[in-house]
């Protein structure tokens, strides 16, 4: 007798012509997610299977409880399908101190002649007879759930909820805009949810930002990075504009051009790496630069698609998925960023296109871009907690 992990797949069991991309797309993030541990897998049409020694199945059931497109997740014990053996496991796994119990079985293999609910009243009046539990089939204390299946017969008690969504990198990827703040790794980890695999770029400005800020945001990286298992960070080194900035244009417009430039950036960027989409953590109001006449004047460097995820969230739901996820802590620690360090007294609420491209025009920023771009930094194959001891 064996235990198995048995995983059922979530949303996209609806896109029926996708199938088979998708939870070929899910098992290879599975391998990913599990490098370095030792277990089997394999699959069907509506399940996966991975067998593993006892010692690794909390860790690995913990860790794919972070991979989307899983609908839920049972630890089985795996039988062979043989009335003995089914009864003996299930009065095995009851749990004693409880009061009452429901046992439903699927009959998948239906070669198996006892129809599931004659096969319910079996294995329910060996318990009844074994133990002091009774039947309660409508708010039962727990479930025995018996699938009968081909290849055997799994029997478990406890079903984990999955994450959700959809597998990681099924709609390709996008970059993300991730500052050492609690809205963008949000922002990160929404867009992972729906199958945008994430490069991610972050803006330094040494020696105005501290090798902790920059450390910050590796650490927050390496969060989300649970959920995908192949996130590169891309650090630009950003002091040389930002300083151009500063000299050259008016204070109230520093931010809205810095953020300008940005988007250049990060437009470049998509297209040298083939990334589909810009993800960033801006939210309508939340502060000068976000407000739509800001957002619109901001965006109008580029093309490129952008989506923010949080857009329409208020800061206390985005803190409350920062806390769900395990950001939030980390990105309350105190060092500056490069959009605080400028920081005008009376950034513009509502700026002029054509007086933010005349500013913006003082200095030659093509030349300065290009720099940024060729003197990037790639962060790759880094470890959850890598970071840690240097914040
Ligand atoms: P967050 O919004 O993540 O809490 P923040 O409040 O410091 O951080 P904002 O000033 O609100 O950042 O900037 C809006 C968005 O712009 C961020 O969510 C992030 O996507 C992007 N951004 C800001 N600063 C940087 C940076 N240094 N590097 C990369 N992206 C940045
Ligand atoms: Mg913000």
């Not at 991979?67 to 004693?96: M, P, Q, R, W, Y």
């Given at each position: 007798m064996?235990?198995?992990?048995m995983?059922?797949?979530?949303e996209?069991?609806t ?20 490098k ?7 699959k ?14 909390n860790?690995i059931?913990?860790?794919l ?6 609908h839920s997740?049972v630890v ?10 089914i ?12 009061k ?13 002649e ?6 319910n009243?079996?294995?329910g ?10 039947v309660d ?12 299946r ?25 970059l993300?805009m ?5 809205d ?5 980890y ?9 490069e991610?770029?972050y803006?330094?400005?040494p020696?105005?930002?501290s ?10 990286a390496?969060?989300i ?21 500063y ?15 940005m988007?250049?950036i ?16 801006e939210?309508i ?7 739509l006449?800001s ?22 739901e985005i803190?409350?998925?920062?806390n769900k996820?395990?950001?939030y ?17 009376h950034?513009v609420?509502n700026?002029?296109l ?5 500013y913006?025009?003082?200095?030659d ?7 940024c771009i060729?003197?990037i930094e ?14």
């Amino acid at each position: 007798m064996e235990k198995l992990i048995m995983i059922k797949y979530g949303e996209l069991t609806t896109k029926k012509a996708n199938r088979k991309i998708f939870i070929n797309m899910l098992e290879n993030n599975i391998k990913k997610i599990l490098k370095n541990i030792d277990y089997q897998i394999s699959k069907d049409r509506v399940r996966m299977y991975i067998t593993c020694d006892n010692k690794n199945l909390n860790i690995i059931v913990s860790k794919l409880q972070k991979i989307f497109g899983i609908h839920s997740i049972v630890v089985a014990h795996k039988v062979n399908t043989n009335i003995d053996e089914i009864k003996t496991k299930c009065l095995e796994i009851c749990n004693k101190e409880s009061k009452t119990f429901k046992v439903n079985t699927k009959r998948a293999d239906k070669s198996f002649e006892i129809h599931s609910m004659d096969f319910n009243n079996i294995i329910g009046g060996y318990i009844l007879k074994n133990t002091n539990l009774k039947v309660d089939v409508h708010n039962p204390d727990f479930m025995i759930n018996i699938e009968i299946r081909k290849e055997g017969t799994f029997i478990y008690t406890n079903e984990l909820k999955g994450i959700g969504g959809y597998p990681v990198g099924i709609q390709g990827k996008g970059l993300l805009m991730l500052s050492g703040g609690i809205d963008s790794p949000v922002a990160g980890y929404l867009s992972l949810k729906r199958g945008v695999d994430l490069e991610c770029l972050y803006f330094e400005s040494p020696p105005h930002t501290s090798v902790e800020a920059k450390n910050k945001v590796l650490k927050l990286a390496s969060i989300i990075n649970e959920y995908s298992g192949n996130i590169k960070v891309n650090i630009v080194p950003f002091t040389e504009i930002q300083e151009a900035i500063y000299k050259n244009c008016p204070d109230s417009y520093i931010i809205t051009i810095m953020r300008r430039m940005m988007y250049r950036i990060a437009e470049k960027i998509c297209l040298k790496n083939k990334l589909k989409v810009i993800i960033n953590g801006e939210s309508i109001g939340q502060v000068a630069s976000q407000t739509l006449t800001s957002i619109g004047v901001i965006n109008s460097v580029t093309n490129m698609p952008i989506i923010r995820p949080v857009a329409c969230m208020d800061k206390l739901e985005i803190i409350e998925i920062a806390n769900k996820i395990g950001t939030y802590e980390t990105s309350i620690l105190p060092y500056e960023d490069c959009c605080t360090i400028f920081l005008p007294k009376h950034p513009v609420i509502n700026p002029d296109l054509d007086k933010a491209i005349r500013y913006e025009n003082s200095f030659d920023y093509e030349i300065l871009i290009d720099k940024c771009i060729d003197n990037i930094e790639v962060i790759s194959n880094y470890e959850t907690n890598e970071f840690d001891s240097y914040l």
